[in-house]
């Protein structure tokens, strides 16, 4: 990327949130807690055939504590975004990126030994997440909420066992020239200046998209799109 002090990588900011809970959380959806989980797999069973689109996001209440009681601890490797600023985002039930953080989520906080029995639900909100792909790459790419959305996306298909590489590649790519393009649109005055908080979150986001840039070109032997100078 050009000069510019817009992009650059955030150093990890940690709140007060403890991160060494045991990895099952209140409320999560094994047998005899989660009181709505056969109707709930049976959404996910309409999703898989093809006669539902989105599997319905949990509950306010069990989402909101899944997120508070896992957020530090599955953002702290990337740090892309503050709780803070998920939390209102999760009351807006903005799709792809709530999607994507709730698959984290839910994959971090099951219980080991409860993978296999569990697994469907981080996959029903990973493949909400993917349905939505196309609006984020089809909108108007200059967008700091979609950058975030695709990093996150690419953060799960990262670590899921067996996933194809072209899924991280594509998402991975897709982050970066979204960045590019955001920069730029910045650069030439046809986008209004960022606030602080924007820049800071899309400084974090321009971090997490070089850091998997330097995971896809170590893994598969690509050249990165960014240059990792924050510039």
Do not use: W
Not at 54 to 61: G, S
Not at 138 to 152: H, K, Y
């Amino acid at each position: 990327m050009s000069s510019t002090t817009t992009l650059q990588p955030q150093k990890q900011h940690r709140g007060s949130l403890k991160t060494a809970d045991p990895p099952t959380a209140p409320n999560f959806p094994l047998s005899g807690v989660f009181e709505h989980r056969k109707r709930f797999e049976g959404h996910i069973d309409e999703v898989i055939a093809g006669r539902r689109q989105y599997t319905p996001l949990l509950p306010q209440h069990i989402a909101s504590r899944l997120i508070h009681n896992s957020f530090d601890a599955i953002i702290a490797e990337h740090p892309l975004l503050d709780l803070p600023i998920f939390a209102a985002l999760l009351d807006e039930q903005y799709a792809a990126l709530v999607n994507a953080v709730l698959a984290l989520a839910l994959r971090f906080k099951t219980a080991p030994g409860a993978e296999r029995e569990l697994a469907a639900y981080p996959r029903a909100y990973y493949r909400n997440a993917a349905t939505a792909l196309p609006e984020l790459l089809l909108q108007d790419p200059r967008s700091v909420r979609s950058v975030q959305a695709l990093l996150a996306i690419a953060l799960y298909a990262r670590d899921v066992s067996g996933s194809r590489a072209a899924a991280v590649i594509m998402l991975t790519a897709g982050a970066s020239l979204q960045i590019e393009m955001l920069q730029q649109g910045l650069r030439h005055g046809s986008l209004l200046l960022l606030d602080a908080a924007e820049e800071a979150q899309l400084g974090r986001a321009y971090g997490v998209a070089c850091a998997l840039e330097t995971f896809v070109a170590q893994r598969y032997g690509l050249c990165p799109l960014l240059d990792g100078s924050g510039g």
